[in-house]
């Protein structure tokens, strides 16, 4: 269905023709650029009381920078030089490290790092081609891994069950850190935390769970084969670029159902970036980069529509059973993993 669009070496060509000081000029110019564009993307997934806010601290900061000599801003400029150049040497993995794994794969990623991981499917035995595992590891030397999902059984619709732990993946442990949850049709799926249902839950909902995405597949009613087509919904991020809690009290005032009446107060909407129709190959191309190699109805990439070029999340097959999974702020490890596992459930509606 997807083939994978390269970039071409005529670019690279030309920049090595280039002279040093247009090279020197080029990085700055794409420093500032890269930093603007960091800045801008953290202010799309801002709810609209704190974006006003931030107007304000931008221009004060601004006034500030006006007072910066000529000698500070040449010693800016070369940090800056220097960071661009190790970022060329680096390996397609970042470093990345914590000590808390619960912790971690709730925060939203850093700003400006793009967390690259591998999905596993393990689907050996009898039972694991119904019910396969899933692994979510650091795209790194050490492997390091990060979550575990499976598909819970003897479920009215599909329930996947996601834990801390590659062995412990029931409901009750202790390191159960999430659900996806589909409905009957298997075209929307709610991603929860491990908190409490709302029936339980305090009167004031202190303790009850939070709702951290909604996925909707298209429904494809005309049978047209094409690529699909996916909305992605999550809570908006305040000025500390928190998530904004989001804990309904039932499932009439859920994500999902927010989204369908355009109640959008503190919800982000987000959308699978269209391929482009490739004469030559006969078949939809998108550009991973080189992260994903093998064609697959599965690839995707998550945008915003006010910037298509800020990749929110991509996921594509490299093997038959291993996946690369790329992540960047405001998503966390948890609605990543989840998202790339409801595009594994089957889609009857859909394709």
């Given at each position: 269905?997807?083939?994978?669009?390269?970039?071409?070496?005529?670019?690279?060509?030309?920049?090595?023709?280039?002279?040093?000081?247009?090279?020197?000029?080029?990085?700055?110019?794409?420093?500032?650029?890269?930093?603007?564009?960091?800045?801008?993307s953290?202010?799309?997934?801002?709810?609209?009381?704190d974006?006003?806010?931030?107007?304000?601290?931008?221009?004060?900061?601004?006034?500030?920078?006006?007072?910066?000599?000529?000698?500070?801003?040449?010693?800016?400029?070369?940090?800056?030089?220097?960071?661009?150049?190790?970022?060329?040497?680096?390996?397609?993995?970042?470093?990345?490290?914590?000590?808390?794994?619960?912790?971690?794969?709730?925060?939203?990623?850093?700003?400006?790092?793009?967390?690259?991981?591998?999905?596993?499917?393990?689907?050996?035995?009898?039972?694991?081609?119904?019910?396969?595992?899933?692994?979510?590891?650091?795209?790194?030397?050490?492997?390091?891994?990060?979550?575990?999902?499976?598909?819970?059984?003897?479920?009215?619709?599909?329930?996947?069950?996601?834990?801390?732990?590659?062995?412990?993946?029931?409901?009750?442990?202790?390191?159960?850190v999430?659900k996806?949850?589909?409905?009957?049709?298997?075209?929307?799926?709610?991603?929860?935390?491990?908190?409490?249902?709302?029936?339980?839950?305090?009167?004031?909902?202190?303790?009850?769970?939070?709702?951290?995405?909604?996925?909707?597949?298209?429904?494809?009613?005309?049978g047209?084969?094409?690529?699909?087509?996916?909305?992605?919904?999550?809570?908006?991020?305040?000025?500390?670029?928190?998530?904004v809690?989001?804990?309904?009290?039932?499932?009439?005032?859920?994500?999902?159902?927010?989204?369908?009446?355009?109640?959008?107060?503190?919800?982000?909407?987000?959308?699978?970036?269209?391929?482009?129709?490739?004469?030559?190959?006969?078949?939809?191309?998108?550009?991973?980069?080189?992260?994903?190699?093998?064609?697959?109805?599965?690839?995707?990439?998550?945008?915003?529509?006010?910037?298509?070029?800020?990749?929110?999340?991509?996921?594509?097959?490299?093997?038959?059973?291993i996946?690369?999974?790329?992540?960047?702020?405001?998503?966390?490890?948890?609605?990543?993993?989840?998202?790339?596992?409801?595009?594994?459930?089957?889609?009857?509606?859909?394709?």
């Amino acid at each position: 269905m997807f083939q994978i669009n390269e970039d071409k070496n005529s670019k690279s060509k030309k920049k090595a023709a280039k002279s040093e000081s247009d090279d020197s000029e080029e990085e700055t110019k794409s420093t500032r650029s890269k930093k603007k564009s960091n800045s801008g993307s953290a202010s799309m997934f801002q709810t609209s009381a704190d974006k006003d806010k931030d107007k304000k601290t931008k221009k004060k900061a601004k006034a500030d920078k006006s007072d910066d000599s000529e000698s500070e801003k040449e010693e800016k400029t070369k940090k800056k030089k220097g960071k661009g150049k190790k970022k060329k040497e680096r390996s397609p993995s970042p470093e990345i490290e914590f000590d808390n794994l619960e912790k971690f794969v709730m925060e939203p990623a850093p700003q400006g790092v793009t967390v690259k991981c591998r999905v596993t499917r393990d689907q050996r035995g009898m039972d694991k081609s119904l019910y396969p595992l899933y692994y979510l590891h650091l795209d790194n030397e050490k492997k390091t891994f990060l979550l575990a999902g499976r598909k819970r059984k003897k479920s009215t619709t599909s329930n996947y069950l996601i834990s801390i732990d590659a062995t412990d993946l029931s409901r009750g442990g202790e390191n159960f850190v999430g659900k996806l949850r589909s409905n009957l049709m298997g075209t929307k799926f709610t991603v929860f935390d491990n908190a409490l249902n709302p029936e339980k839950a305090l009167p004031d909902m202190s303790n009850a769970r939070q709702e951290l995405a909604g996925i909707i597949y298209e429904t494809n009613v005309l049978g047209i084969k094409g690529p699909r087509r996916m909305t992605v919904i999550i809570p908006g991020m305040n000025k500390d670029n928190e998530r904004v809690p989001l804990r309904p009290r039932n499932e009439c005032d859920g994500l999902l159902i927010r989204f369908q009446n355009r109640r959008m107060e503190n919800l982000i909407e987000l959308h699978n970036k269209t391929p482009v129709w490739n004469e030559e190959t006969a078949s939809h191309v998108l550009n991973f980069n080189g992260r994903v190699t093998q064609a697959s109805i599965k690839n995707f990439q998550i945008v915003h529509n006010k910037d298509l070029d800020y990749i929110v999340m991509q996921f594509g097959r490299i093997a038959d059973d291993i996946f690369t999974l790329d992540y960047n702020y405001p998503l966390c490890a948890v609605q990543a993993f989840a998202i790339a596992l409801s595009s594994f459930d089957g889609k009857i509606a859909c394709e």
